[in-house]
């Protein structure tokens, strides 16, 4: 790859829109974080990565890898974060990773066994589990009352959700900057093309469900 630099010194910039707005820039070894979880959209992520980069003294060109979580989660704010980060690839030339969302949950947990959750509206809930590195199943809609017994089958493994569902499953809830760092470290050696980032939606649109469609 052109420009290609050791991972341990890369500067990255890691948007994630499936909840709120978090974003992370990790610039000459040094970290800058900021979040809103009320607000997702261009009106916020934007303003966000502006004032992430004037913090760094940074500028968008000197950024040497993207990334952006994918979903599942909102329709709207993967829309909006996956469109900016592609820009932002198309414009500068620089290669971008993928996480999905249920895997950023998931380092919230201490344990390495983890049913992930998160909140997909109208008491659905995306789902997935992992055994360290290892996805055993993969994201899926399931109802609440569908996600409580999937719980009770795999009762030796940890449980990690979004914010959304930190009081109906109990577990630990949230991705934040730990989470985000983490994630940024494991995926950032994945790079690639942007147009190889797709996101990953798992539930239809509303206007496209059928009468069985979750």
């Not at 829309?79 to 971008?96: D, M, N, S």
């Not at 589990?129 to 609440?144: L, Q």
């Amino acid at each position: 790859m052109k420009g290609e630099v050791c991972s341990k010194e890369k500067n990255c910039l890691f948007i994630n829109t499936a909840e709120g707005t978090r974003a992370l820039l990790l610039f000459h070894g040094e970290y800058f974080y900021d979040e809103n979880y009320k607000n997702s959209g261009s009106e916020t992520l934007l303003p966000m990565i502006d004032g992430l980069l004037n913090r760094a003294s940074a500028r968008l060109d000197d950024i040497d890898v993207f990334g952006a979580c994918i979903g599942p989660g909102s329709f709207t704010g993967l829309r909006i974060g996956l469109t900016t980060v592609k820009t932002f690839c198309y414009c500068t030339g620089k290669p971008c990773f993928g996480v999905n969302n249920l895997r950023l949950n998931s380092y919230n947990n201490k344990s390495g066994r983890v049913i992930s959750i998160a909140d997909a509206g109208n008491r659905v809930c995306y789902v997935a589990r992992y055994d360290g590195d290892a996805e055993i199943d993969c994201a899926a809609c399931m109802t609440t009352d569908d996600v409580k017994a999937y719980i009770a089958e795999h009762s030796d493994f940890a449980i990690s959700t979004d914010n959304k569902l930190s009081e109906v499953f109990g577990g630990i809830a949230g991705a934040g900057e730990r989470e985000m760092k983490t994630a940024m470290h494991r995926f950032i050696d994945t790079a690639t093309d942007e147009r190889n980032i797709l996101p990953l939606y798992i539930r239809k649109a509303q206007p496209e469900r059928g009468k069985n469609d979750l």
